[in-house]
């Protein structure tokens, strides 16, 4: 009660401070409203009827205070400090591993090679039971992993089911510092064309990025694709670096206007280029974020490459921190963000809102049209848009069940206790009699495959007996679903290569990890194939550049 009363007479001093120093009818405002709030919470704590939570119900205030503004705008709570410094700097420490619910089990997705969970032998489908003895049932994905996070050095055991051993096993873990790589994977799509899968923002993307790059190189790389699909962005400052790696030393990457004038700034390339003059696709999809858009669009408005893929998300507004008492921190957007053909790539207007508190994206007839270096039109307001588009893969219901149901990680985590080696993961493929045993283990599961058209015969079934028909009808429906059901049964042949494929990168995950997952889908990946097909017509190319 102590700490209480001393909270609430600082925000009363604070209050009467903002009173007697602020003059205009804005800071008026703000001390009245803030007089306002610190009275509501003194008399909520003074007579409502239970103890309140105190920290629960200010945070709580203050996160339906910030959603009113935009999605980026946080308060980031001393508790939560250690998870964000982890986002923007990708360093934490703990085992190396992507661990998440399977069945309401917590379970290894991956392990990744060179950290302490692969080294101590951890693999993708193993189920961990125990954290230093401490049972893990009931307990949420985000309270196990603060389990498995702590100071490098220390020590942890685990204990694990794995399919194919009958006795739990007893595995002790070292943490370390874990740094997780900007570049996920890089390697030769060809035998002249490198490929780059950049997935974040974080310290050390740029270094990442031109050491990727003169390696390829090195290998006997004349072109490259970047990939920057659902890439979330990160910090600015390697944004810019990264563009760097493509463009001039001292050429406009991109500047920034807020309402303060320190925030309108023009940032430059600050270092000498890694190569000008290599042919460059750069991948995009609608994940594609913030600085990944920032990269996609100084590529594009400076004609240095070509764009393929899909619409970005467009995020062109720019967060900074500011500390708050007890070691809390505020994020804040600061200000928008224009690369260099002056346009902004934000697609919602957050300051405008609807009625209903929702907001809209830029209209296509508001949106302004700019120019690229070489005198393309190009348009600001909603993402940028790819010079290629590639539309996503689109895959069954029944597939995705499949998928969702994790009938294909099950499998994957059988196949591989019962082989112990397979080809290359760009070569390997499941032989016909391999695939119709997946087939026929499927179809033992005897589980439903829940469709559209499963939930439709269903309504129809429900809406006959309300309205007294359904006897008139059951023969009909009960000839339908029939045929819906061997439709199903013939899915998996008729569309054999579809699963069949998913199968295959699901399987080679198990014996080469994460760098075999991206490799086993470079060459079914339709945008990929069309970057390389593109990167192959040097006229085509060049004619993109200067239309």
């Known amino acids: ?53 105190n920290e629960e119900i200010v945070t709580t205030g203050i996160d339906a205070m910030l959603s009113s503004l935009d999605p ?162 990160g910090l600015l400052d390697e944004a810019i670096k990264v563009a760097n790696v493509f463009i001039p030393k001292g050429k406009e990457v991109v500047n920034t206007k807020g309402k303060k004038e320190s925030w309108n700034k023009t940032y430059n390339a600050p270092n000498l280029s890694t190569d000008e003059e290599i042919p460059l696709v750069v991948l995009t999809s609608s994940g594609t974020a913030s600085a990944a858009e920032i990269v996609s669009g ?8 070509v764009l393929v893929g899909k619409r970005t998300y467009g ?11 007890y070691n809390a921190q505020l994020k804040i957007t600061t200000a928008k963000y224009y690369i260099p053909s002056g346009r902004c790539i934000q697609a919602i207007d957050y300051s405008h809102k609807n009625e209903d508190g929702s907001v809209a994206k830029i209209p296509d007839s508001l949106k302004v049209a700019f120019k690229t270096s070489r005198g393309r039109t190009v348009y600001d307001g909603g993402g940028i848009n790819p010079d290629v588009q590639v539309d996503a893969q689109k895959y069954s219901h029944l597939l995705f069940n499949i998928i969702s149901n994790d009938f294909l990680f099950d499998y994957a985590t059988i ?29 033992a599961k005897d589980l439903s495959f829940s469709s559209q058209i499963d939930e439709a015969i269903n309504r129809l079934v429900d809406l006959s007996k309300e309205e007294k028909y359904y006897e008139g009808l059951q023969p009909s429906i009960e000839a339908l679903k029939e045929k819906v059901s061997k439709i199903k049964s013939s899915y998996l042949v008729d569309y054999q290569d579809e699963v069949k494929y998913m199968l295959e990168e699901e399987i080679v995950s198990r014996y080469y990890f994460q760098d075999g997952l991206i490799e086993a889908a470079l060459d079914h990946d339709p945008t990929i194939l069309r970057a390389q097909e593109l990167l192959n017509s040097p006229a085509q190319y060049k004619q993109i550049l200067s239309n």
């Open 415 to 443: 196949y591989h206790a019962e082989n112990a080696e397979i080809s290359s993961s760009r070569s390997f493929e499941l032989s016909d009699a391999e695939y119709a045993e997946f087939v026929t283990w499927l179809e």
């Open 1 to 53: 009660m102590k700490r209480i009363i001393i909270g609430t007479v600082g925000v009363a001093v604070l209050v009467g401070m903002f009173s007697f120093t602020f003059y205009s009818d804005n800071y008026f405002e703000i001390s009245r409203n803030l007089n306002i709030f610190a009275t509501l919470y003194r008399e909520l704590n003074t007579h409502y009827v239970d103890q309140l939570p």
């Open 298 to 305: 100084v590529i594009q408005d400076y004609d240095r490459g």
């Open 315 to 325: 995020k062109g507004l720019v967060q900074a921190t500011r500390p708050l008492p």
């Open 72 to 233: 980026y705008t946080d308060y980031i709570p001393e508790s939560e400090l250690e998870s964000y410094r982890t986002i923007t700097t990708g360093e934490y420490g703990g085992i190396g591993a992507i661990v998440g619910k399977r069945d309401g089990v917590n379970t290894v997705l991956m392990p990744y090679i060179g950290y302490p969970a692969h080294d101590a032998g951890l693999l993708i489908g193993d189920q961990i039971t125990h954290i230093d003895g401490k049972s893990l049932k009931g307990l949420s994905s985000p309270a196990i992993s603060e389990l498995l996070k702590g100071q490098p050095g220390t020590e942890l055991s685990l204990i694990v089911d794995r399919y194919g051993v009958s006795e739990p096993m007893l595995i002790t873990i070292v943490r370390e510092k874990i740094t997780i790589s900007n570049v996920a994977y890089y390697g030769m799509l060809q035998e002249d064309t490198g490929y780059i899968l950049l997935s974040d923002f974080t310290t050390h993307a740029s270094e990442e990025t031109k050491n990727a790059l003169l390696d390829l190189k090195a290998r006997g790389a004349k072109k490259v694709v970047l990939d920057l699909r659902d890439n979330p962005g």
